[in-house]
C-alpha cells in the first residue's frame, strides 16, 4: 500500500544484523497492511454509522488488528452485520488495486465492559 522503511543492514556482512533487518522486512510488510487495512475498516465504518438514520455506534479504542466500538444493546445485530460487512470486504479495494489472495475472516465480540468481551453468537441467516 505504498508504504516504504529503510533497511540499510539488509546487505550487512554480520549475519545477526542482516537476519534482524530480513525479520523487520518481512513484519513489517504484515503488520503495516493490517495496520493499513483497519484504518481503512474505520474509515468505511465511520461512514456507515454517519449516514445512517438508526446507528450510533462510536469507535472507543484501536489495540492493534482490533476495533473496540461503544453500541446500543439494540443495535448490536445490525452494527455488527455492518462492521463483517466492511471488514470482510477489503479483501478486495479497487481504488488501491489490491485483492488479497486469502479471506479475510473477522470475530465479533461483544460484553457490557472490555474485560467481559465474549464471542458474538451469531443468528443463522446473519450476515
Known sequence: ?????PLPRICAQNQQLRAQ????????VVQGSAADLCKLAMIHIFAAVATSPTLTAR???QIHDELLFEVEDAQIPEFAALVRRIMESLQQVQTLELQLQVPLKVNLSVGHSWGHLAPLQETVGSA
Open 1 to 5: 500500500m505504498g508504504r516504504r522503511r
Open 21 to 28: 533487518a530480513e525479520r523487520q522486512a518481512v513484519n513489517f
Open 59 to 61: 469507535l472507543v479504542a
